[in-house]
């Protein structure tokens, strides 16, 4: 089959995480013979800060990285759809894409004998439920998260949402040997954001990395100034920006990380982990998180990775797990288990195939 597929970047994963999915899912696709083409925006936000802040080289990397992956620019103001989507059999069109876009793609599937969607991994649903557009004319929506497909329904949106939930991509996603230079005890890598998860940062990994005196790293970006300051004086060290394709790498030089949802996805849409939590049990690094609910049973908390209430709790478990090798392991073995049981890209392309056969 002919996938096109419209993101809002396949290139730069600055503060774009959806990019680390589409990578795993485009090739995945490519490798059982289809063909698959993924377009992004000229001057897309994530690429053009990309670039502002690290120049050409992480372009090259990743071109490196995925020689089998290529990204079309386009200028949403004068493409042309009907010759884009000449031989498209299926077209999925990211929630990152703006709403008069969108509108556009279901007038052309009026015209055209194709299956179109719409992806949705955001919290857009419940946080700016405005920005939804009309997707009257799509064949579904797949959203990352039963909640999600809730929204849709009870919304009007579409009576078609199939759930459709992130994995980790494990051609690039596996445990590494273990590194001892330049080690520590604990990775977090993630972007602080717009304040959604700035009092639960302070309560699940700043206070318990001060009050354990841990030798501890922070990767990401957008944290302004007093974030840094707090980092600091907490005594975790910001390494800033960092490519998704060397993650893994990252881990293999620490003996845990921590899980800490933003607030939208922990109150309002419950059973939505994000792709972080997929790829660190990919890589076999113990993983403690921040409270969310499990409620589709994704995992198997206490067994796959531990689950703190509260600062209190997350000090003492970490706190255990930074002196006990034995705990270490036995989370690490069970998250990888799941893992590769349920939540690869090879999973998710199986259920997309499916859901298209079914339409």
């Known amino acids: 089959m002919r996938f096109v597929m419209f993101y809002h970047s396949l290139v730069s994963d600055w503060n774009h995480g959806n990019a680390h999915f589409l990578r795993g899912i485009a090739s995945e696709l490519l490798a059982r013979g289809h063909d698959v083409q993924v377009y992004e925006p000229r001057d897309g936000w994530s690429y053009r800060n990309l670039i502002a802040g690290h120049g050409e080289q992480p372009v090259r990397d990743f071109e490196t990285a995925y020689p089998h992956l290529r990204s079309h620019r386009y200028d949403p103001d004068s493409m042309d759809l009907d010759s884009i ?9 990211h929630e990152w894409n703006p709403a008069h876009l969108v509108a556009r793609f279901g007038e052309h599937r009026r015209r055209r004998n194709y299956r179109l969607y719409f992806h949705d991994t955001h919290h857009r649903s419940v946080s700016d439920p405005d920005s939804i557009g009309n997707l009257r004319d799509f064949d579904g929506v797949l959203a990352y998260g039963e909640s999600l497909c809730r929204r849709y329904e009870e ?32 990775v977090w890598i993630g972007n602080w954001g717009d304040d959604e998860r700035t009092r639960e940062l302070h309560e699940f990994l700043l206070c318990p990395v001060r009050s354990l005196q841990l030798r501890a790293v922070v990767h990401g970006v957008r944290y302004p100034e007093t974030a840094l300051r707090d980092l600091s004086e907490a005594g975790l060290h910001y390494a800033g920006w960092v490519a998704n394709l060397r993650v893994p790498e990252i881990f293999a030089q620490f003996d845990m990380t921590v899980h800490i949802p933003r607030g939208p996805y922990r109150d309002q849409l419950p059973g939505v982990p994000t792709i972080r939590v997929f790829e660190a049990l990919a890589c076999g690094i113990p993983l403690v998180s921040a409270p969310w ?14 689950v703190a209430r509260d600062t209190r709790e997350m000090t003492a478990m970490l706190g255990e797990l930074a002196k006990n090798e034995k705990l270490r392991a036995c989370l690490a073995a069970n998250g990888l288990a799941a893992i590769q049981a349920r939540h690869t890209c090879r999973h998710r392309v199986d259920e997309l195939l499916n859901i298209v056969r079914k339409a």
């Open 293 to 306: 609910d499990d409620c589709e049973h994704l995992f198997e908390p206490g067994k796959d990775f531990l």
């Open 85 to 93: 989507l000449d031989g498209a059999d299926v077209v999925i069109v």
């Open 155 to 186: 919304n009007g949106w579409s009576s078609r949402a199939r759930v459709w939930h992130e994995a980790a991509d494990t051609c690039v996603f596996y445990p590494r040997q273990r590194q001892s230079e330049g080690s520590g005890e604990l």
